[in-house]
């Protein structure tokens, strides 16, 4: 089973970056796509970033395009989200998500482990 863990949220400004971090224990995701989801209070769980197994491949969230960065590291067993120009509208919960898939998936069904979330607060 893989368990997933996200670190490095918190409270930031607007315009500021953070970098989230999610690694894998128990059986290495070395060989899945991982991708970053987000939920916001009364808001439904989105996508937000996607990587495939080796990294070469990515996909973003249309409004974070250019200002976040999803990265992975196979030997490390992570995979890291680079946010950068931090808004108001970025904060919620933030979690990693391995796919059943190689492929950097943007649909919430194939990702079949998640971790418990980071908490990422922007303040205006």
């Known amino acids: 089973q893989v368990r997933l863990e996200e670190s490095g949220g918190g409270l930031v400004q607007a315009g500021n970056s953070l970098t989230l971090s999610c690694i894998s224990s128990?059986?290495?995701?070395?060989?899945?796509?991982v991708g970053w989801f987000r939920q916001a209070p009364g808001k439904e769980r989105e996508f937000v970033a996607s990587?495939?197994?080796?990294?070469?491949?990515?996909n973003y969230l249309d409004s974070v395009k250019g200002r976040f960065t999803i990265s992975r590291d196979r030997i490390k067993n992570m995979v890291y989200l680079q946010m950068n120009s931090l808004k108001p509208e970025d904060s919620a919960i933030y979690y990693c998500?391995?796919?059943?898939?190689?492929?950097?998936?943007?649909?919430?069904?194939?990702?079949?482990?998640w971790g418990q979330g980071t908490q990422v607060t922007v303040s205006s």
């Open positions: 128990g059986r290495t995701f070395s060989n899945n796509g």
């Open positions: 990587v495939d197994w080796n990294g070469g491949n990515t």
């Open positions: 998500a391995t796919s059943r898939r190689a492929t950097a998936s943007t649909a919430m069904n194939t990702y079949q482990y």
